[in-house]
């Protein structure tokens, strides 16, 4: 019996329904070669539906709520407000889906040019686990006084035992399953209230898991360490901001944003997860075939690995690393290929069998096999 999977495609603004659109042309060929299928809806999410309906999220909900993943591509435009977007539809998915774990591995891949002197796939392979829902990203904040030189902005952070244990929870069962080593980021010194709850929850949760190695440091000591020493890092677990900022260093280390990748993990099946490259919409060369494909091509792998399509997955892996490490350079014109033809090409290797997944011999799929139940099990 054919495996058949009701999937949401967001294309979204800028560069993200050319990336999107390379991705959906590898799937076609895994689908071809691996003998599973998609049911895909797409929607019209965004900065143009926005301005022309004024419809964020909540437009949408009940349908994507259907679906067993979502694959999404980026949202964004000068023409709208920051904020508006970013918290009306993506931080509104994540907090309604109960999307807890926001999943980006940090790996350098063979031939792949990182700015870091001496660095080596060897010494670069980790994943950084962000709370998703909680933190300063709840959105609550006042201002009083605005406009006048008497303004105050207050901004609430906000952290939950509960909210807190689900993600830690997960990124020790992450360990146990790598290296067997967790690093809790944080700003104990400063941020001592929160500090201290994360703190006493790994300490409670790692008790459980005896096997892992537990680790503690600082967030601004991890930019230090991250580019100069990544392989002190397994498994890193942080809070919401920290996570964003300290995965897009990451994302530079291993190459840059065009082939970095990310997975919002809903952990209990309740709810669909959803997929996306970490770049931005990059409106300044939307439409000129200069967007590196592979971070939403290498997101739908991590899709594909969630759903139990483990060989399919580990194949797309295998074909974007092959391409990227063909590549003069890894973004711009001086790619030597356009958007589409890259997604061409690796669409091409999947379906003729020619990935080498000796590539990755520890793949992404390792991030997420048996972690987070897909809607399957739901």
Same mark, same amino acid.
């Given at each position: 019996?054919?495996?058949?999977?009701?999937?949401?495609?967001?294309?979204?603004?800028?560069?993200?329904?050319?990336?999107?659109?390379?991705?959906?042309?590898?799937?076609?060929?895994?689908?071809?070669?691996?003998?599973?299928?998609?049911?895909?809806?797409?929607?019209?999410?965004?900065?143009?539906?926005?301005?022309?309906?004024?419809?964020?999220?909540?437009?949408?909900?009940?349908?994507?709520?259907?679906?067993?993943?979502?694959?999404?591509?980026?949202?964004?435009?000068?023409?709208?407000?920051?904020?508006?977007?970013?918290?009306?539809?993506?931080?509104?998915?994540?907090?309604?889906?109960?999307?807890?774990?926001?999943?980006?591995?940090?790996?350098?891949?063979?031939?792949?040019?990182?700015?870091?002197?001496?660095?080596?796939?060897?010494?670069?392979?980790?994943?950084?686990?962000?709370e998703n829902t909680e933190?300063?990203?709840?959105?609550?904040?006042?201002?009083?006084?605005?406009?006048?030189?008497?303004?105050?902005?207050?901004?609430?952070?906000?952290?939950?035992?509960?909210?807190?244990?689900?993600?830690?929870?997960?990124?020790?069962?992450?360990?146990?399953?790598?290296?067997?080593?967790?690093?809790l980021c944080h700003k104990?010194?400063?941020?001592?209230?929160?500090?201290?709850?994360?703190?006493?929850?790994?300490?409670?949760?790692?008790?459980?898991?005896?096997?892992?190695?537990?680790?503690?440091?600082?967030?601004?000591?991890?930019?230090?360490?991250?580019?100069?020493?990544?392989?002190?890092?397994?498994?890193?677990?942080?809070?919401?901001?920290?996570?964003?900022?300290?995965?897009?260093?990451?994302?530079?280390?291993?190459?840059?944003?065009? *082939?970095?990748? @990310?997975?919002?993990?809903? =952990?209990? #099946?309740? &709810? +669909? /997860?959803?997929?996306?490259?970490?770049?931005?919409?990059?409106?300044?060369?939307?439409?000129?075939?200069?967007?590196?494909p592979a971070g939403a091509?290498?997101?739908?792998?991590?899709?594909?690995?969630?759903?139990?399509?483990?060989?399919?997955?580990?194949?797309?892996?295998?074909?974007?690393?092959?391409?990227?490490?063909?590549?003069?350079?890894?973004?711009?014109?001086?790619?030597?290929?356009?958007?589409?033809?890259?997604?061409?090409?690796?669409?091409?290797?999947?379906?003729?069998?020619?990935?080498?997944?000796?590539? *990755?011999?520890? @793949?992404?799929?390792?991030? =997420?096999? #048996?972690? &987070? +139940? /897909?809607?399957?099990?739901?």
């Open positions: 019996m054919t495996n058949s999977y009701a999937i949401a495609v967001l294309p979204g603004d800028g560069i993200g329904p050319e990336v999107v659109g390379c991705a959906l042309e590898v799937l076609d060929a895994a689908e071809q070669r691996f003998g599973f299928s998609t049911d895909r809806s797409t929607f019209a999410a965004g900065a143009n539906h926005y301005l022309e309906t004024g419809e964020l999220f909540d437009a949408v909900e009940a349908q994507l709520r259907d679906k067993e993943a979502i694959l999404f591509g980026s949202m964004g435009d000068p023409r709208v407000t920051p904020g508006i977007l970013e918290r009306g539809f993506i931080l509104e998915m994540r907090q309604r889906f109960q999307q807890a774990a926001n999943v980006r591995p940090v790996r350098l891949y063979p031939g792949v040019p990182t700015p870091i002197a001496e660095l080596t796939p060897e010494r670069c392979e980790m994943v950084i686990v962000r933190g300063a990203y709840v959105g609550r904040g006042s201002t009083v006084h605005a406009g006048t030189p008497n303004a105050v902005a207050m901004q609430e952070s906000l952290n939950t035992h509960a909210g807190i244990e689900r993600v830690v929870d997960f990124a020790f069962r992450l360990a146990l399953g790598r290296r067997k080593k967790l690093t104990t010194n400063i941020l001592v209230a929160a500090g201290q709850l994360w703190q006493q929850v790994v300490t409670e949760v790692g008790a459980r898991y005896p096997e892992v190695e537990v680790d503690y440091v600082h967030v601004d000591a991890m930019c230090f360490h991250l580019p100069l020493t990544p392989e002190r890092f397994d498994v890193v677990v942080t809070d919401n901001l920290f996570g964003d900022i300290i995965t897009d260093l990451g994302a530079v280390i291993q190459g840059g944003l065009g *082939v970095a990748t @990310s997975a919002n993990l809903n =952990l209990d #099946g309740s &709810a +669909p /997860s959803m997929f996306e490259a970490i770049h931005g919409s990059a409106p300044d060369i939307a439409g000129k075939g200069w967007a590196n091509i290498l997101s739908l792998a991590l899709m594909l690995g969630h759903l139990g399509e483990g060989e399919a997955a580990r194949a797309v892996e295998a074909a974007t690393v092959e391409v990227l490490g063909s590549l003069p350079s890894l973004a711009g014109a001086d790619m030597g290929a356009s958007t589409s033809e890259l997604g061409s090409r690796i669409a091409a290797i999947v379906r003729e069998g020619r990935a080498d997944t000796a590539l *990755v011999p520890d @793949s992404l799929l390792g991030v =997420l096999a #048996g972690m &987070a +139940p /897909s809607r399957l099990a739901g």
